[in-house]
């Protein structure tokens, strides 16, 4: 008798599968990496420095074929600092995203996995994180620390984490109550190769969707902090400091050119990435993937 074995499609392949078979989900996804693409090598090719120098004799021009954007009050390029400060923004997204996402998933993955006083001074610690009014523990040590990229970055790392750990717990708890982490307990298996072998692989699709996410969550923060002070600094091009030009009620209404094309982008690129999260968080439950 032939017995013909089929093997589950990996993890990676069930979310490429689940975005191709949603064309909006495949469609944000490819705006998205190109513009990421275009945006980093164009970045590079424009001398900072001599973007930052102000030109007194160019202020507020609105878009021309030589400034497609227009220029600000200090007679710098507009779209050239949308540019920059665009490659500013992605960069810190993507570090806060990476970082926060790293500190919940190992938090989580122990949590979840090992249970008992380990998940309890854990879920003790994410609970006083939860109960701290976090934004305005965001504030004030910006308003402490030195004002620079890092800070703004460590300081976002520091609340980013708690969301990501509690999704990696609830999905671990459910992985260790199966037979695979059973028997492979009963076979003598050390605890990390375990999580690292078979219970990552399994919650994959939740990792990623979490990690995602957390890419559009950190920029939607930046730009907000940003705007109230509070961000990036005041000589950092970023999409939070061009936006934050419209806070002159003069500028918003008669220089549309300085702060609403960031806010579109913003906007886009936050509706691309939930787009895809959507996607592959059909993709991580199989009661309602479409393929």
Avoid at 151 to 169: D, K, S, V
Wanted: glycine share 6%; proline share 4%.
């Amino acid at each position: 008798m032939n017995m013909e074995i089929v093997n589950s499609p990996s993890p990676l392949r069930v979310m490429w599968r689940e975005i191709y078979s949603d064309k909006l989900a495949l469609i944000s996804l490819i705006f998205f990496v190109t513009v990421v693409i275009v945006v980093f090598t164009w970045s590079f090719l424009i001398d900072t420095t001599a973007l930052l120098r102000q030109n007194l004799l160019n202020t507020n021009q609105p878009p021309s074929s030589e400034h497609w954007l227009g220029t600000d009050t200090a007679g710098r390029d507009v779209f050239r600092l949308l540019i920059v400060g665009a490659r500013n923004s992605f960069i810190i997204a993507f570090i806060v995203a990476l970082s926060s996402s790293l500190v919940g998933i190992i938090m989580g993955l122990i949590a979840g996995y090992y249970g008992g006083r380990v998940d309890n001074v854990i879920m003790r610690l994410i609970d006083f994180f939860t109960m701290v009014p976090g934004l305005m523990l965001t504030i004030t040590l910006i308003s402490i620390l030195p004002s620079t990229v890092f800070n703004f970055g460590l300081i976002l790392t520091i609340f980013a984490w708690l969301g990501m750990a509690r999704q990696i717990r609830m999905v671990t708890l459910r992985q260790g109550a199966l037979d695979y982490v059973k028997a492979s307990k009963t076979l003598g298996t050390h605890n990390i190769v375990i999580i690292i072998r078979e219970v990552m692989p399994n919650i994959l699709s939740f990792m990623v969707v979490s990690l995602t996410l957390s890419i559009a969550g950190t920029m939607g923060i930046e730009t907000g902090l940003t705007f109230l002070g509070y961000g990036f600094p005041p000589d950092t091009p970023s999409l939070g400091t061009l936006i934050a030009t419209a806070a002159n009620p003069l500028t918003m209404q008669l220089r549309p050119w300085l702060w609403l094309p960031a806010a579109l982008f913003v906007l886009v690129m936050m509706l691309c990435i939930n787009y895809v999260g959507q996607a592959l968080n059909r993709a991580a439950d199989a009661r309602r993937r479409r393929v």
